[in-house]
């Protein structure tokens, strides 16, 4: 965190200041480390074997929060007697497919819910779609039920489920899988549980290296779990922060830049899945869920108006059909292998770097080479732009200038202080920023592009007749615009994403005004509010000092500025806080409402007391207890009965690529994790596959302090690249030893993607883990270089290949094997020759690809 | 690549990186355990170029002529008069030129003359430099009266001239021990270690030094007959220096150390040789114009490597931690012991 | 000069340089303990004052890539990776507070001992530092400096006017940190200002205020060496014993720094002087020497001419 969010860290010393014991579990050693009261190495990709290490310590030694475990999480719910856990299949859970390699997760349901599965037997269509996500926000339509036992003692109780699924996670396994000796980890384990309770309370970080792993959503859910174990979500000093990888990163899930998502966490809607409007809504909601979910309808419907403005009528469904419809796997890597095999024409490029920024940068490049258009919209001329005279393809002759027809249209784009809008960041806050400048020469702001772009497009099919136009001939594309360059008003737009009352053109002051009868419109339900009282609520900046510790007034948080989600569970079951020390919002008897020091996340005036009718749905049906209010069942899930394409609890599988056999299952890797077996995206051998000693050492990349991710931003600015000028790898001593290896001279990592050179630190902040009796070696390289800049050098990210999470589509770039070498590497065609003699020797040909689910497995 | 980028020597700050002189040297000092940054120096390294060690030269050497000349003016000796104060002529010029040249902006040279300022040796020695120049450049200048016509104006102005060179080259001869040994608290006044501990001595060594280079001189420019004094002069200045420099380079301790290896140290042992190889000249050769001049060259090569020599090993004390922080760490112990 | 500590001993500054009703000494407390080594100060300073860049070297000193003060880097943050503890004593009591903590410790949060949790088997330690010039209250730079181009500000903070450098470089000799250098191609010394051009106007000098953590703390001097000596006692409290503080003393060599520093480990591990002095405290001695040479020198003269009739 330190490294890499800096200026976020300072609340990190702050706490530390104040007497908080920071802990910082991580491969390398780094500035984190070197601050934190106790740093612990582990092995990359054994993250859930750690936290269910601690998951186990819990439920072992009944340390878990029992009364807020009881009252908020599913821990008394009773599952399914068809669910089969990985103790019984060898690392599967029941419902496994061999055929699609996903599962059919009926038998994962609560015990008298097996009839009402989500999306039944089409596991593999939601993985393609990157459907899990959404039925993990959303609550998945579960019932609501009563089928609890809440002494936990019922063998099928989510809590006995979990006791059993963890056992075998003891700190003899942990310190056998993750290279974390049992006394560490007993000080983590202790740290950590006596830090949370009534009086205290524990926050968890973690960094968006976590998501980029094949198991990435269930390294979170492993926290999750914990941190519900222990009471601390929904609670002040708790929760789970995730720091993302760039300003506004939040921003663009809320307001999605994702294939799969709509504004608000809606899904994309699919071809065959989301036949009509009803069907759509349906998916979203389900007529007996509790929570908020349920009103979907009012969010959708005023989304729609919102793009379709009167065009949008109850007759034509809201204009549903004027949206595009997913068929498959869109995501951006499958897109980038359809441009190699030219089945993708067009691409736009928006402050990403992919020839440097992600995963298998070769095939990155060699996909733009296939394009007939390519848009670049950046700072500078970043490789992505440029890779058609100077990449690293261009030497080895896989790109021939002169024959590559990718025609590449530069558009200079503003940066952030040349342009107005809001960041939205991990807290979930908007804060709005001015414009200091204006932009250089032909730079232009986002908002200008695409406005002027859509308006350009509409003059172009303005007396089109086509069927396939017509939505875009009818989108509410209207904003008023000023400046020499008609830069149209970015306030409009947030108040468009706030919503209003049509008739009455009113700013809504929360998505709980938003109707299904068209009379709303609304870019975005869960930023409604934004704009409350026409006022722009993002760009309100009373000093802290000015107003109570939780500083409602500085910026807006969605949603309806609730700085702490779920934080009905900082109040006891009756509505009184956990502690004095700890109270954020309570019931207020006398007034009869809940108030607090933040925005209560639950209905102002449902008492603590108040119990459903039978049968009642949607926000009625939640109990005056139910504190996670956008669950199905209002409960904090510790176990994930739907939503999860991987499973329901997390498991430790290995990386797709690792030295090591699973020591805890005979299903090696994530059996239903997303592959694209084909010639030009080879893996490296893992276990009990041969030849995985061909590549024996383990590599993880991550940032540094002093560069932007793929360095577009950093390596062009001289006061940056001065501070790390060179790309180089870490390597411990004994690994420099084992290979030769000299401090500050060259070394190149091979993988059976590419071979990158980097210049050498031997450094004892990297060390070897004793893992299951062998020595691993674990190498660290920077992101941050390719081809441009002030300071140029080989991308580590040219190093992975393509396998991704199954549940989000994120692609494993943050762990896999390679070998090291002393020296630079081949240049020219010889490095391809360099590679294929690997590969040569990994036996890694076209003709055999690691099945997803391991021999023995499932048994 | 810059001056930052100098290869870092081993280790990583925390054990000793470097112990003792090395480099074949004879070492005195007991090897020296000491922690540093990567080996890297505490202190800057002098910018200053072989320019301010030729001047360390021409201004002693100027000095030690104008005294000469003085002398010689007293005494009834011409030719050494005219000899000591064209020599200091001379060297005044080059001693201009080179720390002009030396400055990182020459053209703001006169910016020294904004100020005088008694804690800086330099502004000091601006002003002792500038007096001297005017009263050894009126010196000079007077010994072109014997060929300016004796009459009219200009005639008047021939004849007052004799006599405003002998006021000109005692006022120069006045400031002239000072122009010598200021330089001296130039570089002691530093935080180089090696200088800044040489301050008791350095100032014998320079005047030394310049004592010799103005005898060298006057036995090079006079006629044997008149170039006793300067002979004399020679001598003496040859042992001062030579004591001095031997204190330098043997009672310091570790700060010794940089006088003696290396570049330094080459430059004071040959320094050494001259030196006494042209005083042994100035004794021996009273007779002879060839061995005077053999002996003044000598003297005057010993004198520049004097000069250079102190020079190199301020260089090499600044670029060893070492130097820097181990006698500060006894400095400390010491302190606390007591 | 305008007193008996002109050259050395305590003293402020600003009033021997004879402001009168001078504004409180202002200064910066670096407090290297809470140091995340994210080098903004060092981006910060460059950006305000124009300071061009220091090169593209890798320097292989850990993450130090711009390896020392210089005309071109005016705060500088050094990184040591050290793979041994710190010291025997530290050691001494990192392993009573380890015993402590197993006696004491059941089930209890740590914060009896803060920071002592987990420390018996750190053998890796990365200091962090942001170096900066110390603008001393005896600042040796600015006692040399011929031409007046380096004075005394009114906070009490040492400044180089750039329009009056001659680039003479014998201040670059003269500071016991080897802080102020001449630029290549520029030909005049720069360092840090400590901000002369903000603190004026009551900002905060950039790398203060670019300083994430508080690491690098500006304020009046008084109250900065108040809150270091709180800082020291709580570090050591929470089994920090190696923390002190450096240049805070105005009795130490250089009257005590304007820029003073929270040290976890010796001073020359960072590339500091354990015990620097101002050269110019000897500076009388120095001219008395200088006075007596010259003599002899005069009395040489005298005695090789007198006598000697040609």
Redesign the interface.
């Known amino acids: 965190m330190?490294e890499a969010h800096?200026?976020g860290?300072?609340w990190v010393?702050e706490a530390?200041?104040r007497?908080?014991?920071v802990?910082h579990v991580d491969p390398r050693?780094t500035?984190?480390?070197?601050?934190a009261?106790?740093?612990v190495p582990l092995r990359v990709g054994s993250d859930i074997a750690f936290l269910g290490g601690v998951i186990n310590y819990i439920l072992q030694n009944e340390l878990d929060f029992r009364e807020y475990v009881v009252a908020y999480t599913n821990a008394a719910t009773i599952v399914s007697e068809d669910f089969q856990d990985t103790e019984d299949l060898g690392g599967l859970f029941s419902g496994y497919d061999e055929e699609t390699g996903a599962y059919t997760p009926v038998s994962w349901q609560y015990q008298g819910h097996e009839e009402h599965p989500p999306s039944r037997g089409e596991g593999h269509i939601q993985r393609d779609t990157a459907a899990g996500l959404q039925q993990e926000v959303h609550g998945p339509p579960v019932p609501a039920g009563k089928n609890r036992d809440e002494t936990l003692q019922h063998p099928r109780c989510v809590y006995q489920i979990l006791k059993r699924h963890y056992a075998r996670y003891t700190p003899e396994v942990v310190e056998q899988v993750c290279g974390v000796?049992q006394?560490?980890f007993q000080?983590v384990c202790?740290?950590w549980t006596?830090?949370s309770g009534r009086d205290?309370t524990t926050a968890l970080v973690y960094s968006v290296g976590w998501t980029q792993h094949s198991v990435g959503v269930q390294y979170i859910r492993s926290g999750a779990i914990i941190q519900l174990l222990l009471g601390n979500m929904g609670r002040p000093g708790g929760g789970i922060m995730a720091l993302r990888g760039h300003a506004s990163i939040q921003g663009s899930t809320d307001i999605p830049t994702l294939f799969n998502l709509l504004p608000g966490y809606l899904p994309m809607p699919h071809h065959k899945q989301h036949e009509t409007f009803e069907k759509w809504v349906d998916a979203i909601r389900h007529p007996t869920q509790k929570g908020f979910w349920n009103n979907a309808r009012t969010y959708a419907v005023s989304l729609l108006k919102a793009y379709f403005g009167e065009f949008a009528t109850e007759e034509n469904d809201w204009g549903y059909n004027y949206l595009p419809r997913l068929t498959g796997d869109h995501g951006t890597y499958r897109q980038v292998l359809d441009m190699i095999d030219g089945k993708i024409k067009g691409y736009f490029l928006l402050g990403q770097n992919p020839a440097v920024g992600s995963a298998h940068g070769r095939a990155q490049r060699l996909g733009m080479a296939n394009l007939e258009w390519l848009v670049v919209r950046d700072l500078y001329m970043i490789e992505s732009a440029t890779f058609w005279k100077d990449s690293p393809e261009i030497e080895t002759g896989e790109i021939v200038t002169e024959e590559c027809a990718t025609e590449v249209f530069f558009m200079p784009a503003a940066s952030h202080v040349e342009k107005e809008g809001t960041f939205t960041q991990t807290q979930r806050m908007l804060q709005w920023r001015e414009k200091a400048l204006d932009p250089p020469g032909d730079c232009r702001s986002e908002l200008w592009f695409f406005y002027h772009l859509g308006r350009l497009v509409r003059e172009r099919i303005a007396t089109s007749t086509l069927e396939r136009d017509r939505g875009m001939r009818n989108i509410a594309w209207s904003y008023p615009t000023s400046g020499p360059h008609n830069d149209p008003d970015a306030s409009a737009v947030l108040k468009e994403i706030n919503g209003y009352d049509i008739a009455t053109s009113r700013p809504l002051s929360s998505y709980t005004e938003l109707k299904d009868d068209g009379s709303t419109s609304c870019g975005c339900w869960i930023y409604s509010g934004v704009y409350a009282d026409g006022v722009n609520q993002a760009a309100r900046r009373k000093p802290g000092s000015e107003q109570s510790w939780v500083a409602p007034e500085w910026g807006w948080a969605w949603p309806a500025n609730r700085r702490i989600l779920y934080n009905r569970a900082s109040a006891d079951p009756q509505g009184v806080p956990w502690s004095e020390k700890k109270a954020y919002v309570w019931w207020d008897a006398e007034k009869g409402e809940w108030t607090g020091h933040d925005n209560p996340d639950f209905e102002k005036t449902k008492p603590p007391s108040f119990r459903p009718e039978e049968g009642a749905v949607g926000v009625a049906g939640l109990r005056g207890d139910d504190a996670f209010i956008m669950q199905g069942d209002g409960k904090g899930w510790l176990y994930a009965p739907a939503g999860l394409i991987d499973g329901p609890l997390p498991t430790h599988y290995e990386p797709a690529e690792s030295p090591l056999r699973n020591p805890l299952y005979a299903q090696q890797a994530n059996p239903t994790r997303k592959v694209y077996d084909r010639p030009d995206n080879q893996l490296n051998p893992a276990p009990p596959e041969a030849h995985s000693q061909v590549f024996p050492y383990v590599f993880t990349t991550s940032r540094?302090?002093?560069h932007h991710t793929a360095g577009g931003m950093s390596r062009q600015l001289?006061?940056?690249?001065?501070?790390?000028?060179?790309m180089?790898v870490e390597v411990s001593p004994a690994l420099a030893e084992e290979r030769g290896l000299r401090?500050?001279g060259w070394a190149h990592v091979i993988t059976g993607r590419a071979a990158v050179e980097a210049?050498v630190?031997v450094?004892?902040?990297l060390r070897p883990l004793r893992i299951d009796g062998r020595t691993i070696h674990q190498i660290w390289l920077p992101y941050h270089w390719g081809g441009s800049g002030?300071?140029t050098g080989d991308s580590a990210n040219d190093l992975f290949g393509i396998t991704l999470d199954p549940n989000v589509l994120i692609q494993e770039s943050k762990v896999g094997t390679c070998d090291i070498r002393p020296g630079r590497r081949p240049t020219g065609p010889a490095l391809l020759d360099y590679i294929a003699d690997y590969l040569r020797r990994a036996g890694l040909d076209a003709s055999h690809y690691a099945p997803l689910e391991t021999p023995g497995a499932g048994e | 690549m810059s001056r930052k980028s100098e290869p870092a020597r081993a280790g990583n700050g925390h054990r000793p990186q470097r112990k003792g002189g090395g480099r074949g040297d004879r070492v005195m000092v007991p090897p020296a355990d000491f922690r540093s940054y990567y080996g890297r120096p505490v202190i800057k390294p002098p910018v200053w170029t072989h320019d301010v060690a030729a001047y360390l030269f021409t201004g002693g050497l100027a000095a030690g002529a104008a005294l000469v000349a003085a002398g010689a003016d007293l005494t009834g000796r011409p030719a050494l008069r005219v000899t000591g104060r064209v020599t200091a002529l001379a060297a005044l010029g080059a001693s201009g030129y080179l720390l002009v040249k030396d400055l990182g902006r020459p053209e703001r040279f006169l910016n020294m003359l904004r100020v005088a300022k008694p804690t800086s040796p330099m502004s000091m020695g601006t002003w002792i430099f500038s007096a001297f120049s005017a009263a050894a450049g009126v010196a000079a200048a007077a010994e072109v009266a014997p060929w300016l016509p004796r009459d009219g104006a200009v005639g008047l102005a021939a004849r007052a001239l004799p006599a405003a060179g002998r006021v000109g080259g005692l006022a120069a001869a006045a400031t002239a021990p000072a122009l010598a040994t200021y330089t001296a608290v130039l570089f002691s006044d530093t935080a180089n270690p090696a200088w800044h501990a040489a301050y008791p001595r350095l100032p014998f060594v320079f005047a030394g030094s310049a004592l010799a280079s103005g005898g060298a001189a006057g036995m090079i420019g006079a006629p044997v007959r008149e170039a006793g004094p300067a002979r004399a002069l020679a001598v003496a200045g040859a042992a001062l220096e030579l004591t001095a420099t031997h204190g330098v380079e043997h009672r310091m301790g570790l700060l010794s150390e940089p006088y003696r290896i290396g570049k330094a140290g080459r430059l004071l042992r040959a320094a050494r040789l001259l030196t006494a190889a042209g005083a042994a000249g100035a004794l021996l050769g009273a007779r002879s114009r060839v061995v005077s001049t053999l002996a003044g060259a000598a003297l005057l090569a010993g004198s520049v490597a004097t000069r250079f020599g102190v020079f190199e090993a301020g260089k090499t004390a600044a670029e060893d931690p070492k130097y820097t922080v181990v006698p500060q760490r006894e400095r400390l112990a010491a302190r606390e012991g007591a | 000069m305008a007193g008996p500590n002109s050259l050395f001993g305590p003293i402020d500054p600003a009033t021997d340089a004879g402001y009168v009703d001078a504004p409180p000494r202002m200064g910066f407390f670096t407090d290297t303990s809470v140091c995340i080594g994210c080098k903004a100060c060092e981006v910060a300073c460059k950006e305000w004052n124009a300071v061009p860049d220091d090169g593209f070297d890798l320097l292989g000193m850990s993450y130090d890539n711009s390896g020392e003060l210089s005309a071109n880097t005016w705060r500088h943050v050094a990184f040591i990776e050290q793979s041994a503890p710190p010291s025997e004593a530290a050691l001494d009591v990192l392993r009573e507070a380890e015993r402590s903590v197993s006696t004491q410790f059941l089930g209890m949060p740590s914060s009896t001992l803060p920071g002592a949790t987990g420390r018996e088997d750190r053998d890796l330690r990365w200091l962090m530092m942001s170096n900066v010039c110390k603008h001393c209250t005896h600042a040796g730079c600015l006692d040399v400096c011929p031409t007046g181009a380096l004075f005394r500000s009114e906070f009490g903070t040492v400044v180089v006017q750039e329009d009056i450098c001659n680039g003479c470089g014998y201040c670059v000799s003269a500071c016991p940190y080897g802080v102020i250098d001449r630029r290549e191609g520029d030909g005049r010394a720069w360092k840090c200002t400590l901000c002369y051009d903000r603190i004026g106007e009551g900002m905060t000098p950039a790398c203060a205020q670019a300083c994430p953590t508080q690491s690098i703390q500006y304020g009046e001097l008084d109250e900065l060496r108040d809150r270091a000596a709180k800082r020291v006692e709580v570090l050591h409290q929470r089994g920090v014993p190696e923390a002190r503080l450096y240049g805070h003393d105005p009795t130490d060599g250089v009257g005590g720094d304007g820029a003073f520093f929270l040290l976890l480990d010796e001073p020359e591990v960072y590339g500091l002087p354990p015990d620097p002095v101002v050269p110019t405290r000897d500076l009388p001695s120095m001219w008395k020497h200088a006075g007596v040479a010259a003599l002899t020198m005069a009395a040489a003269v005298a005695v090789a001419f007198l006598g000697r009739r040609p």
């Open positions: 330190a800096p200026v860290f300072q010393m530390k200041k007497g908080a014991t802990i050693f500035r984190t480390s070197a601050v009261d106790d740093y000796s006394k560490q000080r202790d740290a006596t830090n205290r540094l302090t002093e001289a006061y940056l690249s001065e501070l790390q000028p060179a180089f401090h500050m210049r630190l450094t004892a902040r002030l300071v």
